[in-house]
């Protein structure tokens, strides 16, 4: 991991942060959380300020704030996103991300473009035409990110009948997928947790998540060979 990679995930963390915050009683940021956080900082920095918000949102969107997830980092608990090797914000860039003031986007799909751009990514053509029929009974296994956005903007369409975090498997072997499919949950409130794996999982594994069957499968061009050796091997070793 470099600065560069890390970048992204940190801001769009913060992104997310930023939904997040728009929807909450207790503020994360503006003038209140300000003051809060000078009488309780002493000697931590801004950089720890951002880890601190976004292991507390971790808790309850590990795909969307926890390293540990996002990076398939191994060896960590559930109770520690981060570990002893992650190398935190590069230096200024929790302040520059506290000192912004505008709002995040409020419709979910709008929010997911923008953290595509986060990331520097370039989202390929993908037509929605030829997503399967997606009923609230249909589960699906996805990879690549031209699927992923296909498919979210058509839960964000159907949201109140559909659940991503309950529907849908993701199959990744880049930590940006695994960020954007934990984001978009917490951009259409979806209660429950996102659901990613690597390509090198088994069946087993996939089975011990919840995922008892799948019924259909959506895969983008820009999809790894890897992802979609996977995606095939699990689909019918799972098919309904």
């Given at each position: 991991?470099d600065?560069?990679?890390?970048g ?14 728009g ?8 003038a ?27 808790t ?5 704030f ?24 590069r ?19 709008a ?30 296994v996805v ?6 956005r ?13 659940d ?6 993701l ?16 951009f ?41 050796a ?11």
């Open positions: 991991m600065f560069d990679t890390t992204a995930f940190y801001r769009a963390a913060h992104l997310g942060l930023r939904v997040l915050d929807r909450g009683v207790r503020r994360r940021f503006g209140e959380a300000d003051g809060r956080w000078q009488q309780f900082r002493g000697d931590m920095t801004n950089a720890d300020r951002l880890d601190l918000l976004i292991k507390d949102a971790a309850i969107a590990p795909l969307a926890a390293p540990r997830d996002v990076f398939a980092l191994p060896g960590l608990s559930t109770e520690d996103p981060f570990g002893t090797q992650w190398p935190g914000a230096p200024g860039l929790g302040g520059a991300l506290f000192r912004e003031d505008t709002d995040a986007p409020a419709d979910a799909v929010a997911f473009d923008a953290a595509v751009t986060l990331w520097g990514q370039r989202l390929d053509a993908f037509d929605a035409a030829t997503l399967p029929r997606i009923l609230p009974s249909t589960r699906l990879g690549g990110l031209a699927a992923l296909a498919v979210v903007a058509h839960f964000a369409a159907h949201r109140g009948s559909l991503l975090a309950d529907q849908v498997l199959v990744a072997d880049r930590p940006v997928e695994r960020q954007l499919f934990g984001l978009a949950t917490v259409l409130a979806t209660p429950g947790k996102a659901r990613a794996v690597t390509p090198e999982v088994d069946v087993v594994k996939v089975r011990a998540m919840g995922v008892a069957r799948l019924d259909a499968r959506v895969i983008s061009d820009d999809a790894s060979p890897a992802v979609r996977s995606i095939d091997a699990l689909a019918d070793a799972l098919a309904s």
